[in-house]
């Protein structure tokens, strides 16, 4: 009876074992996903939160973290562990702001890549085919007025007295990047009462002020994917001295969290190399414009597009 007794509870535990080895795996992880304060920012972090999320990770999610600065330095310092950055950014990263590396959207991709692995040990994963770049946008009306379709016309513009409000974040308004860029190249200044400098990056928010004249404001800072130009009728004014780099979304990631996980390269990669202008600009137009949940259209997308 005793030797029933002790082969019955032997079956048992090779059952539980057994199917324990079939059930769900453990978690992976947890994975710290981050990224900016801005409508492309919270869609592509919702995307990859998702996606691992659904590959059996354990997320945590710190979307909507900071500028790039503060996004960044969290990276570095293992207080985020992935978010989506842009190519361009290398250039200013790591001091090259004058190599014309950043200007082709390959050679810049690898020159960031190699970079950041190698000075601290981030990694690079497949970008998006979107230039998101920096940019100024003005109303239709006024473009159509005072023909201005290019950045060469709006500095002849402002230096013949147009009149001329910029909204902006403080990135957009400081950074080398960006407006300090496109005044330099082009031979204009914005005085600070031509400005009007908001903490967000949110650009469906700089947008809207510049389509209803709020404050006076009849420019903003916008980006080469966003959704909200047409709805709002503003124009981007074009950059024929190519003053911007090129700007693809990517996912980096920490070198430990890599080197523990390469899966997520895998993960991620059809989803991002899926994600080309067009596509970005109506996501955002998604979020920006109708007001939707930046998780519920990733997760619609995703799902529509068998991910």
Request: aromatic share 8%.
């Amino acid at each position: 009876m005793k030797k029933s007794v002790c082969l019955l509870i032997v079956a048992v535990l090779l059952l539980a074992s057994s199917c324990a080895g079939t059930g769900t795996p453990a978690a992976k992880g947890p994975v710290t996903v981050g990224s900016k304060i801005d409508t492309e920012g919270a869609l592509l972090s919702q995307m990859i939160i998702i996606m691992l999320e659904k590959n059996g990770f354990e997320v945590v999610d710190k979307s909507q973290f900071g500028q790039t600065d503060i996004v960044r330095k969290a990276i570095i310092s293992g207080e985020l562990d992935i978010y989506p950055e842009y190519t361009g950014n290398g250039a200013f990263f790591f001091g090259e702001e004058d190599s014309p590396v950043w200007k082709d959207a390959g050679q810049g991709y690898q020159r960031v890549k190699e970079l950041d692995k190698t000075r601290n040990n981030i990694v690079w994963l497949t970008p998006a085919p979107a230039n998101n770049t920096w940019a100024i946008a003005i109303p239709k009306t006024l473009a159509e007025e005072e023909n201005l379709s290019s950045l060469e016309d709006f500095a002849d513009y402002v230096n013949g007295g147009g009149y001329v409000k910029l909204i902006g974040s403080e990135e957009f308004v400081t950074s080398p990047a960006a407006l300090p860029a496109f005044q330099e190249a082009y031979g204009f200044t914005l005085e600070q009462s031509q400005l009007l400098v908001v903490s967000s990056g949110n650009t469906a928010q700089t947008e809207k002020a510049a389509a209803e004249g709020t404050d006076g404001v009849n420019a903003a800072m916008a980006y080469g994917t966003d959704g909200s130009l047409s709805a709002f009728n503003l124009v981007i004014l074009s950059d024929p001295r190519g003053v911007q780099p090129v700007y693809e979304p990517a996912p980096i990631v920490r070198g430990e969290v890599y080197d523990m996980y390469p899966e997520i390269g895998t993960i991620l990669a059809p989803v991002f190399e899926s994600l080309d202008l067009e596509t970005l600009q109506r996501l955002n137009g998604l979020i920006a414009v109708e007001g939707q949940n930046a998780a519920d259209v990733a997760g619609d997308y995703l799902s529509e597009n068998g991910f």
